[in-house]
């Protein structure tokens, strides 16, 4: 049985930082492309960071202020995300792509505002 938890959101002021964690058990964990989504209200969903590979990418608005990582050994993923603004507010997800097999963690909100 697939499972995703996250964990790490919260409400922060602008400069601040905040670490999302994604723990998943439930398939293996070592094939699957990671990255990180997030969806602010009434906007799309969009991509933050992935790791693919042996190959890392960001979102232009995230570049040198978020960095992914991922820790095999315990299935496990990571957003560190520092000098935050209040444009970062949005609930942000854990995804693990290996196709055809795509899961998605529950989200966690992120808020930041003084």
């Known amino acids: 049985q697939v499972q995703l938890v996250e964990s790490g959101g919260g409400s922060v002021q602008p400069g601040g930082s905040l670490r999302l964690s994604c723990v998943a058990s439930?398939?293996?964990?070592?094939?699957?492309?990671v990255a990180w989504y997030r969806q602010a209200p009434g906007k799309e969903r969009e991509l933050v960071a992935a790791i693919t590979g042996g190959s890392t990418n960001y979102a232009d608005s995230v570049k040198d202020r978020f960095t992914i990582s991922r820790d095999n050994a315990k299935n496990a993923v990571y957003l560190q995300m520092n000098s935050l603004k209040p444009e970062d507010t949005a609930v942000y997800y854990c995804?693990?792509?290996?196709?055809?097999?795509?899961?998605w963690g529950q989200g966690t909100q992120v808020t930041v505002s003084s």
């Open positions: 995804r693990f792509l290996w196709l055809p097999y795509i899961y």
């Open positions: 439930g398939f293996t964990f070592s094939r699957f492309a």
